[in-house]
């Protein structure tokens, strides 16, 4: 499964496929992941301006394009700190350092 969107005029390409050699947990690719997700959330901020409710609804519905192995760690986080990611986004007007507030990626 490869993801792609635009963001800001560059094209960002996320490669999302499942390693056989992994058991989903890999810091790499639990990081690359977040950060393809994050980048689909950068465009759709970019192009709306969603309430906290819609705006959680639209994060929610990106865990059912993740891989299966990792669906239920996508629910859990966005359970967890869906809220404190859109205050982030929206108070400070950028994504970035989510994946690592959330503890998925080191830096």
Same mark, same amino acid.
């Given at each position: ?17 499942? =390693?056989?050699?992994? =058991? ?84």
């Amino acid at each position: 499964l490869s993801f792609c969107t635009k963001v800001e005029d560059e094209i960002i390409d996320f490669d999302l496929s499942y =390693d056989p050699e992994s =058991d989903g947990t890999d810091d790499s690719f639990m990081c690359t992941t977040c950060k393809g997700v994050l980048a689909t959330v950068a465009y759709y901020l970019k192009n709306s301006s969603p309430s906290k409710e819609q705006f959680i609804a639209f994060i929610q519905k990106i865990c059912f394009i993740v891989p299966s192995s990792i669906k239920d760690s996508c629910k859990e986080m966005i359970s967890e700190y869906g809220r404190k990611i859109y205050e982030k986004a929206m108070e400070e007007k950028t994504l970035h350092g989510v994946c690592k507030m959330v503890g998925i990626c080191k830096e």
